[in-house]
C-alpha cells in the first residue's frame, strides 16, 4: 500500500480530507482499489484477532 502513496502523491491528500481536490479518473480507482485494500487488510487484522 505504500508504494501506491509514493506512485499517487494525491492519496495522501485525498485520505487528510482537506480541501478540494480534482483528480482524474484513473487516480480514482487507484485509490478505490487502495481503499478496498485496507479494507480487506483490516478484516485480517480483526479475524487473527478473534481466534
Known amino acids: 500500500m505504500d508504494v501506491l502513496q509514493k506512485q499517487y502523491p494525491v492519496m ?7 480541501g478540494v ?11 478505490t482499489e487502495y481503499l478496498q485494500l485496507q479494507l480487506k487488510m483490516e478484516k485480517r487484522e480483526r479475524k487473527a484477532g478473534v481466534t
Open 21 to 31: 481536490l480534482s483528480i482524474s479518473a484513473k487516480e480514482h480507482g487507484i485509490f
Open 12 to 18: 495522501q491528500k485525498l485520505l487528510d480530507g482537506e
